[in-house]
């Protein structure tokens, strides 16, 4: 859903083509669009459900008291299924590639996680009830 930026910049120092992407999971993901290489993930929205991103692996670092992993045990976790982005696009600024401008969604919600059960063709659902909020300021 969310576009790829691709920017010209430094980082450590180093002129690096980059690729730039704010993930609806709550994470603005940095790579080299030379090789593929994960340089950075850093949050952009409040977001508790994982505490980073494991930069060798690439996956995060789940925070299981914010983590729907088990039925019958309702978590309160940022972002919201909104996501921290959605479809409306982002930009960069052209005299400075550090400088993002994106359409955030600072929401989260209180997840019910539901048992999974043949749903109609065609048909959206999570397998939860989702109750979302807008994050409290602080």
């Known amino acids: 859903v969310n576009e790829n930026i691709l920017v010209d910049m430094k980082i450590d120092g180093k002129d690096t083509k980059a690729l730039v992407h704010f993930d609806r999971n709550g994470f603005a993901y940095v790579m080299d669009r030379t090789d593929g290489t994960l340089l950075r993930a850093h949050k952009y929205v409040t977001t ?44 960069v600024d052209p005299k400075d590639p550090t400088k993002f401008y994106m359409p955030t969604n600072n929401w989260c919600m209180e997840l019910e996680p539901q048992e999974r059960t043949h749903t109609q063709q065609g048909t959206v659902y999570v397998f939860a009830n989702v109750y979302m909020y807008p994050e409290k300021p602080g």
Do not use: F, I, Y
């Open 48 to 91: 508790d459900w994982a505490e980073k991103v494991d930069l060798k692996t690439g996956r995060p670092v789940k925070v299981r008291e914010h983590s729907p992993l088990e039925v019958g045990r309702n978590v309160s976790a940022c972002p919201s299924a909104m996501g921290g982005k959605d479809q409306q696009p982002g930009s």
